[in-house]
C-alpha cells in the first residue's frame, strides 16, 4: 500500500474520508494526528489557517491580515515539502496548499483579497485556463481569503477567476506531477479526476 503524507484539520475529516475512500490502494497519514512514516510515495497539502508570518517571502504591514495562524503545521508542512520536491514525488497542494507550494518556492501571497468567501461553501466562480491546462473544470466552489501573488520559482498559472483574474490553479513546469488549486475538491465528487491524477501518479 503506498503512503501519503497530509496535514488535515479535524473539521476537514470527513471530506477527505470520502473522497480518499475511493482509492484504498493508498493510505493517508494525517500529521496533526499521528507519526508520519518515514518513507512516504506522495505528499497532499490541504486547506486551513494562514502561514505564519515568519514563513512568509514579504514584509507584513498588517499582522491582522494573518488569521489563526498554526506555526505547529508550517513547522511541519514546509520541510516536508522542501523534501518530497527534492525527490520529486507526487505533490496535490489545495487551498492554503497551494499558498504553501508558492510560499516555499519563493512567491509572494496577497493577504487579503474581496469576496472569495463570502461564502464557504457556495461561492461558485468561473475559471478561465491557459491553453495547456491539464485538468479543467469550469466553475469551481471558493472559499480563500489570501491568493498566490508573486509566482515561486518554475509555478506557472493554469486558471484565473474569470471576473478579477486571481490565480485558482497552478502547476510546477517541469516537474512530473505538482498540481495546485485554490479551491477546496474534496467537498464534491465533480472534483474527481483531480485526485484521479494525483493517486495515478503516486501508484507509479
Not at 503512503?3 to 480518499?20: G, Y
Not at 495547456?132 to 498559472?157: C, F
Amino acid at each position: 500500500m503506498k503512503a501519503i503524507a497530509t496535514w488535515i484539520r479535524e473539521c476537514d475529516e470527513p471530506a477527505f474520508a470520502r473522497t480518499l475512500s475511493a482509492y484504498p490502494e493508498i493510505r493517508a497519514w494525517n500529521a496533526r494526528t499521528e507519526n508520519v512514516p518515514e518513507k512516504i510515495d506522495g505528499l497532499l497539502l490541504t486547506g486551513g489557517s494562514d502561514i505564519s508570518s515568519n514563513y512568509l517571502r514579504q514584509p507584513v504591514l498588517d499582522p491582522t491580515l494573518i488569521q489563526d495562524a498554526d506555526p505547529v503545521r508550517d513547522a511541519w508542512e514546509f520541510p516536508v515539502l522542501e523534501a518530497a520536491l527534492k525527490m520529486r514525488l507526487p505533490v496535490f497542494a489545495i487551498c492554503r496548499g497551494l499558498q504553501v507550494l508558492n510560499v516555499a518556492l519563493g512567491g509572494t501571497l496577497h493577504l487579503d483579497i474581496p469576496h472569495h468567501d463570502d461564502d464557504k461553501l457556495n461561492n461558485v466562480q468561473t475559471l478561465t485556463y491557459a491553453p495547456g491546462a491539464t485538468i479543467r473544470i469550469p466553475r469551481v466552489n471558493s472559499s480563500h481569503h489570501q491568493a498566490l501573488d508573486k509566482l515561486g520559482a518554475g509555478m506557472e498559472v493554469e486558471a484565473r477567476y474569470e471576473k478579477d483574474g486571481v490565480i485558482e490553479q497552478a502547476r510546477l513546469r517541469d516537474y512530473p506531477f505538482c498540481l495546485g488549486v485554490q479551491y477546496h475538491p474534496e467537498r464534491d465528487p465533480l472534483y474527481r479526476p483531480l485526485f484521479d491524477a494525483f493517486v495515478e501518479q503516486v501508484l507509479l
